[in-house]
């Protein structure tokens, strides 16, 4: 069974700081997906990577795929009180086998 | 957005009563998954489906089960629901296999 393990679970910082959130596996995936998570709504995609090493911004987010596609890291700069939610990484191989989740990163941005 | 709907988005029900929540589609996506989420669990597969009538289960299947007879409609059947099933149920779809999800809004299901 393959494995996403996401830390920190819990983050609660002060508006203007940087963060890095990190998911973790001893598996390889062909690609892997960030989701953010707002009370009350389903998760939305923010990026996908897929080559190992690749980065990928997203404003103030920045997105890295680690070298041998076993893990991720999300680091968001200056951080404000819109980023608050939880976020989820997501791995996926091939074909019909559906996306692994890791149990996400629940962000408090304080004003 | 994606044309995803859930329905009930809220429901209260008794031990021992059958469930069924619906997953309502307008993509014309082939895949559509049931997930739940709870607290230190995170989101978990219950069933999934690649097509018509194509359906397998996912980590936490047991007690439920799942239909799919037309694309656009995916049910999720609690037979006899338990307040372990109390939950935060999603529906999601996506269009191709490497393609992202597409996550409803969610039901907010209470077993007592």
């Known amino acids: 069974t393959q494995l996403l393990e996401q830390s920190p679970q819990f983050l609660s910082i002060q508006e203007g700081e940087n963060l890095t959130v990190y998911c973790n596996s001893s598996?390889?995936?062909?690609?892997l997906q960030w989701y953010r998570q707002e009370p009350g709504e389903g998760p939305v995609l923010l990026v996908t990577?897929?080559?190992?090493?690749e980065v990928k911004k997203l404003k103030r987010l920045t997105f890295q795929f680690g070298d041998a596609r076993k893990d991720s890291s999300l680091h968001i700069t200056a951080a404000q009180p819109g980023d608050t939610g939880l976020y989820l990484c997501?791995?996926?191989?091939?074909?019909?086998?559906?996306?692994?989740f890791g149990k996400g990163t629940r962000l408090s941005v304080i004003a | 957005d994606a044309g995803i709907t859930q329905s009930p988005r809220h429901k209260v029900t008794e031990t021992g009563t059958p469930v069924t929540l619906r997953c309502h589609q307008t993509?014309?996506?082939?895949?559509m998954y049931w997930y739940r989420q709870d607290p230190g669990h995170g989101l978990r597969l219950i069933h999934y489906s690649y097509g018509v009538k194509d359906t397998d289960k996912g980590e936490v299947s047991d007690g439920y089960s799942v239909s799919r007879s037309k694309t656009e409609d995916f049910l999720l059947t609690l037979e006899s629901a338990t307040s372990s099933q109390t939950s935060v149920y999603f529906c999601?779809?996506?269009?191709?296999?490497?393609?992202?999800?597409?996550f409803g809004s969610g039901t907010q299901l209470s077993v007592l």
């Open positions: 598996s390889v995936f062909s690609s």
């Open positions: 997501a791995g996926f191989n091939s074909g019909n086998t559906p996306l692994v």
């Open positions: 993509e014309n996506h082939r895949y």
């Open positions: 999601a779809i996506k269009g191709t296999t490497n393609e992202k999800l597409f």
């Open positions: 990577v897929v080559t190992g090493g």
